[in-house]
């Protein structure tokens, strides 16, 4: 059934919209032979009709409905975290693809670089920022000065912020410099404002973890499509899998 098609839409770009990988590696990939339109081996210019079908990526069916999407991205420093900005500044989701709509999952200030999740989970979005499913994020925190024991001691056990005490977190030194900070409670600004309770000024700040999603590879701008295990382990850090208390 290798009809001709001039209409339709290029499969690199029905695929990257569902967020199988960028337009450029899903090129790749249908170069390497792993793309199958209609149960036949795509070449590189096929067109589709991305409603009626069928494409299988490496043998396995992707769904012609867009359904839940999970990105994670590398947030670079000057992207706004949001999914519409009025002072027509870079957002996060121009960096991934526009179809299906995702949103940021919590935010990261302008300057702050690292992880970000964006998603059109909704019901995973709400427990991850909810303060009642707490879950730790990690930090580095790069500062103009060198903690003391003392300062250690006043982030693990909690610093007065202007809107109360900070829960207490996790705080140590990968260098002089460099603190690694664990927080759960995600409040505007936290790790700059706990930072600055104790007299430092934070000089760059990156995000290294939330809950259980790490990633060393992914460089500033990059993005990925979560695995189905670490959906699930999100999901059971929140408290939803099975195990949870219920
Ligand atoms: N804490 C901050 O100060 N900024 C962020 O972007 C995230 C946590």
Same mark, same amino acid.
């Given at each position: 059934?290798? @009809?001709?098609?001039? @209409? ?31 149960? $036949? *081996? ?13 494409? %299988?990526?490496?043998? =396995? ?7 839940? /999407? ?8 000057? =992207? ?18 526009? !179809?299906?709509?995702? #949103? ?5 200030? *302008?300057?702050?670089?690292?992880? &970000? ?5 909704? %019901? &995973? ?16 925190? $790069?500062? @103009?000065? %060198? ?7 006043? #982030?693990?056990?909690? =610093? %007065?912020? !202007? ?17 690694? &900070? *664990? ?12 930072? @600055? ?8 700040? /990156? ?14 701008? !990059? ?6 295990? !670490? ?16």
């Amino acid at each position: 059934m290798a @009809d001709e098609r001039v @209409d339709g839409v290029r499969l690199q770009k029905v695929l990257a919209a569902r967020g199988i990988a960028s337009r450029r590696v899903v090129e790749d990939m249908i170069a390497e032979g792993r793309i199958a339109v209609n149960g $036949e *081996i795509a070449v590189l210019g096929r067109r589709i009709d991305p409603e009626s079908d069928v494409i %299988e990526v490496d043998g =396995v069916l992707v769904g012609v409905a867009p359904d839940l /999407v999970h990105y994670l991205l590398h947030k670079p420093a000057g =992207v706004v975290s949001t999914a519409s900005d009025t002072h027509d500044r870079p957002i996060v989701t121009d960096i991934v693809p526009s !179809e299906p709509r995702v #949103w940021p999952v919590g935010r990261l200030d *302008i300057e702050t670089e690292g992880l &970000l999740l964006l998603s059109n989970n909704g %019901e &995973l979005t709400h427990r991850l920022t909810h303060p009642s499913f707490s879950v730790d994020k990690e930090y580095l925190a $790069e500062l @103009d000065g %060198e903690p003391k024991p003392g300062d250690l001691r006043a #982030w693990r056990n909690g =610093v %007065e912020l !202007e809107d109360g005490m900070t829960a207490p977190a996790k705080a140590s030194l990968v260098s002089p410099r460099v603190l690694r &900070l *664990i927080i759960h409670e995600g409040r505007n600004r936290q790790v700059r404002r706990m930072c @600055d309770a104790r007299g430092f000024r934070v000089k760059r700040l /990156v995000r290294t973890r939330i809950g259980p999603l790490t990633d060393t590879t992914l460089k500033p701008g !990059e993005w990925r499509v979560l695995e189905p295990e !670490e959906v699930r382990k999100l999901e059971e850090a929140t408290g939803r899998a099975e195990g949870s208390s219920g």
